[in-house]
């Protein structure tokens, strides 16, 4: 077992005219996340070369987008929560729903909403849409691992009970629940596995699709994406406890679909769709030719 590390999930924390300002972990992720993004797509457009003829943008227009993306990552992401996993609560309490900063945010959410917002910004700016989803699709990846390793750093989202040498003694008393007297409970760390599929492993293989060529035929960065964050998301939830309005005494894994045992979780469920969508791109693009060589 490795106790949690004693680590505040503020970075740091004025005060000012008695009220108290802080900067959280999760929000600084977002932020380098969504610079970092930002630094790699002005890198691939100022190189034509990858893309077999001219780049789809321009670099002053990756700062415009940067802002759709911030409103598609935020209202997606806040609205995918409540759609997707309390609904009831937020029907009930719907000025609830703007407390961004009390936490609830959905990926499968944000991403539905980067979508809609790039869609969007693509056809007003006259830009191929699967050209602009192939260059988010390769700055993407890496702000999902830090987004992960704040939910670490946070104690959230934590993972299912283990006995295994690396399982993390995460603090209160909903990770504590299955302690006993003799000894506290350790639980995956989850969040790691996920910073290290959707965020280190997907970064390096869409780096390496690029240099051999993937931005030449439109979506397939896209689908590889697409793909493989479905796919990573689907394993790490055998490790990821469920959301605890989802676990009864007869369904204890959490399941929505299926038997207590034999089942899937919401996660898993949202994240099937996200397989085979990106698996569909993959084979239309393989299919059509590349585009003209530099």
Partial sequence: MIPFPDISPDVFSITIAGRDFALRWYALAYLVGLLL???IMMRLMKRPALWGGAAPMHPGQVEELLTWIVVGVVLG????????YE???YLANPTEIIRVWQGGMS???????VV??????ARRNGIPPLRLADALAVATPIGLGLGRIANFINAELWGRPTDLPWGVIFPGEAAQACATAAMPCA???SQLYEAALEGV????????LVRRGGLRRPGLALGVFVAGYGLARFIVEFFRQADARFITPDNPLGHVLGGPVLGVTMGQLLSLPMVLIGLAFIIRARRRPEGPLP
């Avoid at 992401?77 to 997707?84: A, C, E």
């Avoid at 990926?107 to 909403?113: N, V």
């Fill in 77 to 84: 992401g806040r609205l995918g929560f409540v759609l997707f």
């Fill in 116 to 121: 809609l917002a790039a869609w969007i910004f």
């Fill in 37 to 39: 993004g930002w630094w």
């Fill in 201 to 208: 492993l997907l970064a390096l293989v869409l780096f390496w």
């Fill in 107 to 113: 990926f499968h959410g944000g991403f539905l909403g």
């Fill in 87 to 89: 609904p009831a609560y």
């Fill in 187 to 189: 639980r995956h760390p």
